[in-house]
């Protein structure tokens, strides 16, 4: 079992950023894919980023160049610098982990950026 905590959501204007972060309650070292989700209103939750144990690192494209993930085994942590927010990136934003066929959620992160 490995809990999620994530931080750093917040209301930002057209343009501006934020970062993302995502605590893991033990190492992650050995989780193979840490990651972060989105759910708009009315929509599906979808894929934002997600890297891997080797360092593979894979955006969804409405997010690429602009978005960038990283993870820090040694804090447990993985972080997502969103940059040049648009308001079509308003969402609910959760922290997700893999490992050997089980899957962990965080709470949720509220990120609302205004035009």
């Known amino acids: 079992q490995v809990q999620l905590a994530e931080s750093g959501g917040g209301l930002v204007q057209a343009g501006g950023s934020l970062r993302l972060s995502c605590t893991a309650s033990?190492?992650?070292?050995?989780?193979?894919?840490l990651g972060w989700y989105r759910q708009a209103p009315g929509k599906q939750r979808e894929l934002v980023a997600h890297?891997?144990?080797?360092?593979?690192?894979n955006y969804t494209d409405s997010v690429k160049g602009r978005f960038t993930i990283s993870r820090d085994n040694a804090k447990n942590t993985v972080d997502l610098q969103m940059n040049s927010l648009k308001p079509e990136d308003t969402a609910v934003y959760y922290c997700?982990?893999?490992?050997?066929?089980?899957?962990?959620w965080g709470q949720g992160t509220q990120v609302t950026v205004s035009s």
């Open positions: 997700n982990a893999k490992q050997l066929g089980s899957e962990y």
């Open positions: 033990r190492s992650i070292g050995a989780i193979y894919i």
């Open positions: 890297i891997t144990s080797l360092g593979r690192i």
